[in-house]
């Protein structure tokens, strides 16, 4: 069965401090896989995407991090600021993006970053 | 240029009753998705509209429908409310064959 897991459930770090968090599938064939923020009440908002062949992608305080070998990745936060505060949303995808299905979500991590 | 709009951005309604959501999709998409978001859920695919027709449907029951229009908008209907609708559902527009979806700020239905 195609599952996304993500860990930990939520997260509370100090500001200005840095996190990593997880991300592990078993969705298969891959094509895939994107980390969103979601601030609570709002849509996803699409931070990085990388496909099979790349193992990492930054976006300015946000990394990253790809093994298509053991199905995981990885999202590191920098610095952390207090708009860091979101749920951060991993997604992967197989071919054929024609059958949305094939688009899976995982749960979230829920951060919140205190002052 | 307009992101995803939804409307209403939120909703109460009480059990029984039917509700009806709207979205616009980005401008050049013409592609219209439907997701449902438990509170400290993921989103759980509800269907999928493309020329007009459902293209893609997830595991949910017939008291959900949807229709597109020609100028690529969609509506998500759902019948016999039940308290377990409640919800934020989001809409996520594409590009036919792109593989990235841009996603609306969400209604958020109560069901009483």
């Known amino acids: 069965k195609n599952q996304v897991e993500q860990s930990p459930q939520s997260l509370i770090i100090l500001e200005g401090k840095n996190c990593t968090l997880q991300c592990n599938y078993t969705v298969s064939p891959f094509s895939n896989l994107r980390w969103y923020k979601q601030d609570t009440g709002r849509g996803p908002v699409s931070l990085t995407i990388?496909?099979?062949?790349?193992n990492t992608k930054s976006n300015g305080r946000y990394t990253a991090t790809l093994d298509a070998d053991t199905k995981q990745s990885s999202l590191h936060i920098t610095a952390s600021q207090l708009s860091d505060s979101a749920s951060y949303i991993c997604v992967v995808s197989s071919p054929g993006y024609s059958s949305a299905s094939k688009i899976i979500f995982g749960s979230g991590t829920r951060l919140s970053i205190r002052p | 240029d307009a992101g995803v709009t939804q409307s209403p951005t939120h909703l109460i309604k009480t059990r029984g009753q039917q509700v009806t959501l709207r979205c616009s999709p980005k401008?050049?998409?013409?592609?219209v998705s439907w997701y449902q978001q438990a509170l400290g859920q993921g989103p759980q695919f509800i269907f999928q509209?493309?020329?007009?027709?459902?293209?893609q449907r997830g595991n949910f029951p017939d008291r959900f429908s949807g229709h597109q229009f020609p100028n690529y908008s969609s509506e998500l209907n759902v019948n016999a409310l039940l308290l377990g609708d409640s919800a934020l559902y989001l809409c996520?527009?594409?590009?036919?064959?792109?593989?990235?979806?841009?996603f609306g700020p969400g209604t958020r239905l109560t069901v009483l």
């Open positions: 401008s050049g998409h013409d592609t």
């Open positions: 990388m496909t099979f062949s790349e």
């Open positions: 509209y493309y020329e007009e027709e459902e293209r």
């Open positions: 996520a527009s594409s590009s036919g064959t792109a593989d990235e979806q841009f």
